[in-house]
């Protein structure tokens, strides 16, 4: 039987049969072998060339495919170099790239009425990975307030300006946008306005209760122009803002500490915190805070609280971080930027009252209700209103909200003769059990 190695498939429709093996090899002479190693080399030499031909041009072409495919990218992560979009160039993106509400929905003013700058940061944008399944969607915007777009002189002074150059020395207009409900106010891509000579902070813990340099501030936006001035102004007749806020060595030093002669309606710190068993009480937040003082008594017993703080002529943001605790530049009409059930204590003295709308009250007591843990601390603190509202609005609705008294002490408001009012001062808890329903 012969070896596997020398037997044929059987062709198609046939048999096996047997034939010699044919030589794998010819007899060529010598001549003819010169001459075929000679072409041989010639053809591996255009094969090697041509090869490596191949290997540049598609080396070329890939470089090529990928700058272009990724000229967003590219241009977002290496050239920062000033762009103005044309209005134009946005309406035929947004039409080819974007999907959902744009500018374009709002009827007084429109696109063409809005600064380039405002349109371009509020249009969508294409994600570089295409569908995100926690965004829900293969676009992202940049939130903006709706109120933005009806103030077209102040939104297009806030607007205006040199793309990578300075931005205006505008604090005062931008404040402005907040409190007409431009909140959150749009990104800007330029260099807010600084001290050109700015000193180094005061080292923590002295800055606590230490002023802080003038350097610190840039006082265009204000009738002060330096600290001393802020300082000296609680002597002055007037209606500032929190005029004795920035005397340190004042009435500040004693806020919400044990006084000889106590105050009805005043809570000590250490009064408060002992409703919560020790170390439950964390973090928090203060709103309408002033000068921040609140936050740094509590840090003095290691916990942290973000203070919100608008500056009515004064610069109450930058005085609070001068003393190494954490401002927030939000209206009272902002939700609150914390996720539900997180925080251990929410306080407001003076802040919340009856000059804020009752519907946005309302909101905003649900807005505490929702950031705090359950079984944490809503300290309201001198809450004011007239003694006709209170029986027949601000009780019911304080009441209704879900909070447990914990504290609960009114008294007279003596300050405004001529109208009759009251003060409430209340630490309330929200439960501890079953927070989420309220029968």
């Known amino acids: 039987m012969l070896p596997l190695d020398q037997v044929e498939r059987r062709p198609k429709g046939g048999s096996f049969s047997r034939r010699k093996r044919r030589p794998s090899f010819s007899i060529i002479s010598v001549k003819n072998r010169r001459k075929m190693g000679f072409n041989c080399s010639i053809l591996t030499s255009l094969v090697k060339y041509s090869f490596l031909l191949f290997i540049i041009v598609s080396t070329n072409l890939v470089t090529l495919f990928l700058t272009t495919s990724n000229d967003l990218e590219s241009s977002c992560l290496v050239n920062f170099q000033a762009k103005t979009i044309s209005i134009a160039e946005l309406k035929i993106s947004n039409q080819t790239q974007t999907t959902g509400p744009t500018l374009d929905s709002l009827d007084k003013p429109g696109v063409d009425n ?14 570089p990975f295409g569908y995100n399944p926690f965004y829900g969607t293969d676009t992202i915007y940049s939130p903006i307030g709706l109120m933005c777009a009806r103030y077209k002189s102040d939104i297009q002074k806030y607007m205006s300006y040199d793309v990578n150059g300075s931005c205006p ?24 306005a600084a001290a050109s000579e700015y000193d180094e902070p005061i080292p923590y813990p002295q800055c606590q209760w230490t002023t802080p340099p003038d350097s610190s501030v840039v006082w265009k936006a204000y009738s002060c122009k330096n600290y001393t001035c802020l300082v000296n102004r609680r002597l002055e007749k007037g209606s500032d803002d929190c005029k004795d806020c920035f005397w340190l060595d004042g009435l500040e ?52 609280i973000v203070t919100t703080s608008m500056n009515f002529n004064a610069p109450f943001n930058n005085f609070i971080a001068s003393r190494g605790v954490i401002p927030m530049f939000i209206t009272i009409s902002q939700r609150l930027p914390f996720f539900d059930n997180t925080l251990d204590i929410v306080h407001s003295m003076h802040v919340i009252s009856n000059w804020i709308p009752p519907v946005q009250l309302q909101f905003l007591l649900f807005d505490i209700y929702r950031v705090l843990r359950p ?65």
């Open 114 to 127: 809005l600064p380039s700058e405002l349109v371009t940061f509020a249009y969508g944008q294409k994600l």
């Open 169 to 192: 020395n505008d604090e005062t207009v931008a404040q402005k946008l907040l409190l007409k409900g431009c909140e959150p106010l749009p990104r800007r891509r330029c260099h807010p």
């Open 253 to 304: 030093r004693y806020r919400w500490l044990p006084r000889r002669r106590p105050i009805q309606l005043e809570f000590t710190l250490d009064e408060v915190l002992a409703l919560k068993k020790r170390g439950t009480v964390r973090i928090g937040l203060d709103i309408g805070g002033g000068a921040g003082t609140f936050a740094v008594r509590m840090s003095e017993r290691n916990i942290t």
């Open 375 to 439: 079984g944490g601390l809503f300290w309201l603190d001198r809450f004011f209103c007239e003694v006709t509202q209170w029986k027949v609005i601000y009780k019911p609705m304080i009441e209704s909200i879900g909070f447990e008294k914990k504290k609960w002490v009114k008294g007279w408001k003596l300050d405004q003769p001529t109208v009759e009012e009251i003060y409430l001062s209340a630490v309330l808890q929200k439960p501890l059990q079953n927070s989420w329903r309220i029968d």
